[in-house]
């Protein structure tokens, strides 16, 4: 485990579960590469960490286990941050393909200007986020464009489904950012990208923004890629 001091992690709402906490913790430690692709999470070890009871740690890791950062360890029943692959990268960003750019395409029907100024807040908050050269935090702002945008679809299980997807790209996007070249490259062409998404659905340009998402998509997946052939070389 790492040496960061575990104390820090419980400063906010008190309110919240605590699972619900130590899982988004658990998130934010598999982003940054403090918790690697692979490494076993075992509950003791954990609980001391965190300071907290293993009914909490089970909880939190059936949480990343549910949102795909997360696996079971078949030989001995544990779980492991999941490992990442060429094989999962690509297969992400094929299901990605096959959905996003529909659910883009129904949001641009359905949307209101009130969702299109909700939009332009969303681009503003990861400028500031993206001077700040807070790339994790960029990565959950990211997800608030996107999941804004998606949401006019109407379609919850379509919403969900691309939710995990994201959480799953986002393992190995995480790692990528912590290169700070890479992070800066990233956000400036995602707030670029954003920009030429909310113009689409303004001018309801339908053909325009299928295409901007498949394209947002490969890009993606070549990143990750990238980053994944430096790191095995």
């Not at 799953?168 to 670029?192: F, H, P, T, Y």
């Not at 990143?223 to 095995?232: A, I």
């Amino acid at each position: 485990m790492t040496d960061i001091d575990a104390a820090e992690f419980f400063d906010r709402d008190e309110v919240k579960n605590l699972s619900q906490i130590v899982a988004e913790k658990l998130q934010e430690m598999i982003y940054t590469g403090k918790l690697k692709p692979g490494e076993r999470l075992i509950q003791n070890e954990l609980a001391s960490f965190f300071k907290v009871s293993r009914v909490a740690i089970r909880d939190a890791l059936q949480e990343l286990k549910q949102s795909g950062l997360a696996v079971s360890v078949s030989s001995s029943g544990g779980t492991c941050v999941r490992p990442i692959s060429e094989k999962d990268i690509s297969d992400v960003a094929f299901v990605r393909d096959a959905l996003e750019p529909v659910i883009a395409v129904e949001a641009c029907r359905k949307i209101d200007d009130d969702g299109i100024s909700l939009l332009k807040d969303c681009i503003r908050k990861q400028i500031l986020i993206s001077e700040a050269k807070d790339y994790i935090g960029y990565i959950h702002a990211d997800w608030d464009f996107h999941k804004t945008l998606y949401s006019y679809a109407g379609n919850s299980l379509a919403l969900d489904m691309i939710e995990k997807l994201w959480m799953r790209a986002s393992q190995a996007r995480g790692m990528v950012l912590m290169d700070i070249k890479w992070g800066e490259v990233w956000c400036k062409k995602s707030v670029n990208n954003h920009n030429q998404i909310v113009q689409a659905v303004i001018d309801r340009d339908i053909e325009r923004l299928h295409a901007i998402i498949r394209n947002n998509i490969a890009s993606a997946e070549k990143e990750q890629l990238d980053w994944l052939s430096q790191v095995k070389a």
